[in-house]
């Protein structure tokens, strides 16, 4: 099947900084690529949907300033955690697929804000 | 009311038991999936159902469309399945999730 890998699994960084997440689609174009967020023993929560080429759709109560995301490539979606502070500690989870129903689950990203 | 109902939240099982976790949903979908996510909170799509029947080894995933409604069954359970398991439907360009259902097998 196919594969969406994430990059880093796991990050740590100083509240104030900017930290930068990668999903990638190694074997297919993903024409749109979700962004989600799990809080401790909660469920996914969707952040913004990202389509190649254009502007991301964020969910209501997202902050677009805080949690840039640029798809710029049809294998390449990033999501940049500006200005972190501790409660943006989180689980981060992208999917990529095709119009269609075709989504694929990355792995997943641990954000630790110190 | 979630657009994703999940039974149980919780289940505990022996080891070898047969296991069942349900999933309703309330909108039209074009797709649903079962996620698996282990203790530390990584992410396995196990099945992207659209209609039918599914099965990978000791896991089985049914839907149907009609009803709304969607099983994963687990066969001769073991702890190592011991994890959340996630019912997730895309309906139009969004997913939506259920809560989770979390499974632990006994040895």
């Known amino acids: 099947g196919a594969v969406v890998s994430q990059h880093p699994s796991r990050v740590i960084c100083k509240s104030g900084t900017s930290v930068k997440i990668e999903c990638r689609s190694l074997d297919f174009q993903a024409t749109t690529m979700f962004w989600y967020r799990q809080f401790p023993k909660q469920s996914l929560m969707l952040m913004a949907t990202s389509n190649e080429g254009s502007k991301a759709t964020y969910e209501q109560g997202v902050e677009k300033d805080k949690f840039l995301i640029n798809h710029a490539s049809l294998t390449l979606s990033t999501l940049t955690v500006t200005s972190a502070h501790p409660e943006d500690s989180s689980f981060y989870i992208c999917?990529?697929?095709?119009?269609?129903?075709?989504?694929?689950f990355g792995p997943g990203t641990r954000l630790t804000v110190t | 009311k979630n657009e994703v109902e999940q039974s149980p939240q919780n289940l505990t099982a022996q080891e070898g038991e047969f296991i069942t976790i349900n999933c309703s949903y309330s909108?039209?979908?074009?797709?649903l999936h079962w996620l698996q996510q282990h203790p530390g909170g990584g992410i396995v799509s196990l099945f992207m159902?659209?209609?039918g029947k599914k099965k990978h080894g000791r896991l089985i995933a049914t839907i149907n469309i009609q009803e709304k409604h969607s099983s994963l069954h687990i066969t001769a359970s073991h702890p190592r399945d011991s994890a959340v398991y996630i019912c997730?439907?895309?309906?139009?360009?969004?997913?939506?999730f259920g809560t989770g259902t979390s499974l632990t097998v006994i040895p």
């Open positions: 159902l659209s209609s």
């Open positions: 999917s990529a697929g095709q119009e269609g129903y075709e989504q694929y």
């Open positions: 997730a439907v895309l309906g139009g360009n969004q997913f939506y």
């Open positions: 909108v039209g979908i074009s797709a």
